[in-house]
């Protein structure tokens, strides 16, 4: 076993110290060292995107990126969305929309579109699709997921 | 844990790194850059670099510039969906956020960087066969030393390079297009964001009277590294670019110079297909590009 490393990550506005092995994988840590169970885990090798994370405000896959490559840096997960009393609008779309069916994909599809939907609040539908292709739902129904972030676009755009 | 025990190296400055690699690229280290297809190998444990040396905390490493000659020149931590969204590579090399595109997702290229995916040499990857088409040079470095080598050195073959243990890829330079040029990059993989089962980068120029004066074609997805279409363009160069031309230009390399393999997404024949259609498409599109 290589040395332990020390790392400052903050994680949904709070400043963790922990210590490290090179090896433990940025979900991992999320799971297991800060007892975040929200990101899920499905691949581990960076194809089916259930454990995506904003990293510095950008998706980012938590199963090939090193939890020591986050030190210094700032993470938010699904539990930065909100609570099950005062959900996001994304997550409240999903609600009403039935867009988690069994729910496993859930978590990385909300990061992606919650990043997605501020970089382009008007999307086609068509850009909706590309904008999850590197989601896999296993349910084998997008179109549920595809109606919610369409309704979470709209209620946005009222909102503002 | 997935990944086999390694120590790591976090260094600040390009010196550091070059010094920490020269230590250490011997005896089974490896740099990492945006890691997402290093890590997938550590994951499955196809990959046990004993040492990994981190470019991430470089920030001399992350640049675009655009070069006086109509060029640019990128540094090689340069994240992939920066270099995909660049005005500046937009203008000077389309072809580039053409290809980026197919290459697997945003999520992925928000990490990815541009140095890592050439030096990874991928045969089903996008960059490559642009490098290969656009004549990139690479920027090696090593603690003693620099060197330039251009495209056709630097990828050796699956997954291999010329980069020696102790060198780092620091900065990659693209070739200005020249007068009345066009490019063209299409492909086909079985899903979005999937490795492609055959796909082309193509460069044409015209001269002042339409006629073919130089290009270079680059296949992948058909060999261990990019192939370069040379009987297809041997008989386009000095003539007028017609459909029947193209299309039995074309010809010439898919019935001579390619080999592709079998395997469970595509048989043979169908990459042999796929090659003679895509490629009939590009070189119309480079065309068409070049002449406006």
């Not at chain 1, 068509?126 to 595809?146: A, F, K």
Request: charged share 20%; hydrophobic share 40%.
């Amino acid at each position: 076993m290589s040395d332990l490393i020390d790392i400052k990550v903050t994680v949904n506005g709070t400043l963790y110290e922990r210590s490290v092995e090179p090896r433990m994988l940025l979900s991992d840590f999320i799971r297991f060292e800060l007892g975040l169970g929200g990101t899920h885990v499905g691949c581990e090798h960076g194809v089916c995107g259930t454990c995506t994370i904003l990293f510095d405000g950008k998706p980012q896959r938590s199963c090939i990126t090193f939890a020591v490559q986050a030190d210094g840096h700032t993470i938010e997960t699904v539990e930065s969305l909100g609570t099950p009393d005062k959900m996001s609008v994304l997550q409240q779309a999903f609600q009403e929309k039935h867009g988690a069916q069994c729910g496993f994909c859930t978590p990385g599809i909300l990061m992606t579109m919650t990043a997605f939907l501020k970089d382009n609040p008007h999307p086609t539908e068509e850009e909706i699709r590309e904008g999850i292709d590197g989601n896999l739902c296993r349910c084998t129904g997008y179109q549920n997921i595809i109606e919610a972030v369409k309704l979470a676009a709209d209620n946005m755009a009222s909102k503002s | 844990m997935k990944p086999a025990s390694f120590e790591y190296y976090a260094p600040r400055s390009l010196s550091e790194a070059l010094e920490q690699i020269s230590q250490v690229g011997d005896d089974g280290g490896k740099i990492l850059a945006g890691g997402q297809s290093l890590v997938p190998a550590m994951n499955f444990r196809m990959a046990q670099p004993t040492a990994l040396v981190d470019l991430n905390r470089i920030s001399e490493l992350f640049y675009i510039n655009p070069t006086d000659s109509g060029g640019l020149m990128i540094g090689a931590m340069t994240r992939d969906r920066v270099v995909e969204l660049d005005e500046n590579v937009k203008l000077r090399a389309p072809m580039i956020p053409e290809c980026l595109h197919w290459m697997a997702h945003p999520t992925i290229r928000n990490r990815g960087t541009f140095g890592g995916a050439l030096a990874h040499s991928d045969p089903a990857g996008q960059l490559p066969v642009v490098a290969a088409a656009l004549q990139f040079n690479f920027k090696l470095q090593s603690k003693k030393a620099e060197r330039w080598v251009n495209a056709d050195e630097f990828f050796v073959s699956v997954y291999t390079t010329c980069l020696e243990a102790d060198e780092i890829l620091t900065a990659i330079e693209v070739p200005a297009l020249g007068k009345h040029s066009g490019t063209s990059f299409q492909q086909v993989s079985r899903q979005s964001g999937e490795s492609a089962l055959v796909g082309i980068a193509t460069l044409i120029s015209l001269d002042e009277a339409g006629k073919i004066k130089d290009g270079r074609i680059a296949y992948m997805g058909v060999a261990e590294k990019p192939v370069m279409a040379s009987a297809a363009m041997d008989m386009l160069m000095g003539n007028k670019p017609s459909d029947e031309l193209i299309a039995d230009a074309i010809k010439a390399t898919v019935s001579s110079e390619l080999d592709p393999g079998a395997d469970i997404h595509a048989s043979v024949e169908y990459r042999l297909h796929l090659a003679q259609a895509l490629g009939v498409k590009a070189v119309k599109e480079a065309v068409a590009r070049a002449a406006k």
